[in-house]
């Protein structure tokens, strides 16, 4: 069973205005850096127990982790979306990296694409290519959803079988339905704003033995939506070129 949980996009914009006319627009500020990384391979007995990210306050620490799993948390990435050299997938690391004074969580994406770039040399692309994929669609029942009527900041939470959410684009559900079905989705329902749901689906035995129905009916039953299998034009991003060996700490 497929489960790599797609992450959300964290985008930010701001204008402003004066007289009537927009100012012009303030001088972009640089991303944010980590203070000083540690990078080393990581031990090979390491990979089966300390896998991950873990944040404390003022580090984050990245155990026995491929670079294949970097780049897809540093540009929200999905695997199916990622094209480079083998060895990103199979070789690991042990990062510990210290992050500025008053730095969030949000921001740490943006710390770690600087960090992929100044230590392993990442140079890349983004390409459209058509890949076998699932559209999202509205089923012929018709939408079995109501836009949120609150606006508290949107989130998602997702289980063994369940998801529950609150002010969720379909976009940003067909995006992590890739986390439980066997290739990319996209969303061609064509249906804007942001709605609170949840759903069950049997995720292995015990679920099926309860009644519960296989994600793509539940889709259909629950949320008025269907998994149909298209081509369709997918984001890539291409590594052109990654140093396997970090520069030095």
Not at 89 to 109: L, N, R, V
Request: charged share 20%; net charge negative; proline share 8%.
């Amino acid at each position: 069973m497929w489960k790599r949980i797609a992450l959300a996009n964290l985008i930010s914009m701001a204008c402003c205005a004066a007289f009537g006319q927009s100012a012009p627009a303030a001088p972009a500020e640089p991303p944010p850096e980590f203070e000083v990384a540690t990078v080393k391979p990581a031990h090979p007995e390491g990979f089966s127990y300390s896998m991950g990210v873990q944040f404390d306050p003022g580090l984050v620490r990245m155990n026995s982790t491929s670079l294949e799993n970097c780049i897809e948390w540093a540009y929200k990435l999905n695997s199916y979306q990622l094209s480079g050299p083998d060895w990103m997938k199979s070789d690991h690391y042990d990062i510990t990296a210290k992050m500025p004074a008053g730095a969030t969580q949000e921001q740490f994406p943006a710390m770690l694409q600087k960090l992929l770039e100044q230590r392993f040399q990442l140079k890349s692309h983004r390409e459209s290519k058509v890949l076998p994929a699932y559209a999202l669609v509205v089923a012929s029942g018709g939408l079995k959803m109501h836009p949120s009527k609150t606006r508290q900041g949107g989130t998602t939470q997702w289980g063994i079988g369940h998801v529950e959410a609150h002010e969720t684009p379909l976009s940003s559900l067909a995006a992590s339905l890739y986390g439980w079905v066997d290739r990319p989705v996209v969303d061609e329902t064509g249906v804007p704003g942001v709605f609170d749901f949840t759903l069950d689906w049997a995720e292995d035995e015990e679920h099926e033995a309860a009644g519960l129905p296989s994600i793509r009916v539940a889709l259909e039953e629950k949320l008025g939506l269907k998994l149909e299998p298209r081509k369709l034009p997918v984001d890539t991003f291409v590594i052109d070129h990654l140093e396997k060996k970090p520069s030095e700490n």
